[in-house]
């Protein structure tokens, strides 16, 4: 079992950035892929950014390339989420998850281990 625990979810101005911060903990020796994924009220949760563990190789989703960056500390079993120049259309409940994975940005049900979220609230 994996256990990931997110934080960093604020109420931010647009343009505007925000870190947030997972922290993953148990065996995470069935996992090569973890990263951020989110949904935003009446949508589908949808994939955000990623980080394979064994290469480094990050994927991003099209809408934040250029605004969002993700990290990992190895040493400290943590994934990061750089957000940057965030809009209104960023506004949602941000989750972390793990999973194994080929390459790419897996789909939602791709990923097997999820934490309980964070909110991030962006206005005008």
């Known amino acids: 079992q994996v256990q990931l625990v997110e934080s960093g979810g604020e109420s931010v101005q647009a343009g505007g950035s925000l870190r947030l911060s997972c922290v993953a903990s148990g065996n995470t020796d069935n996992t090569n892929v973890i990263g951020w994924y989110r949904q935003a009220p009446g949508k589908e949760r949808e994939g955000v950014a990623v980080?394979?563990?064994?290469?480094?190789?990050?994927y991003y989703a099209d809408s934040v390339k250029g605004r969002f960056t993700i990290s990992e500390d190895n040493a400290k079993n943590t994934v990061d989420l750089q957000m940057s120049t965030l809009k209104p259309e960023d506004s949602a409940m941000y989750y972390c998850?793990?999973?194994?994975?080929?390459?790419?940005?897996?789909?939602?049900?791709?990923?097997?281990?999820w934490g309980q979220g964070t909110q991030v609230t962006v206005s005008e």
């Open positions: 998850a793990a999973g194994f994975y080929s390459h790419g940005l897996p789909i939602a049900s791709r990923m097997d281990y």
């Open positions: 980080i394979y563990t064994g290469g480094g190789a990050t």
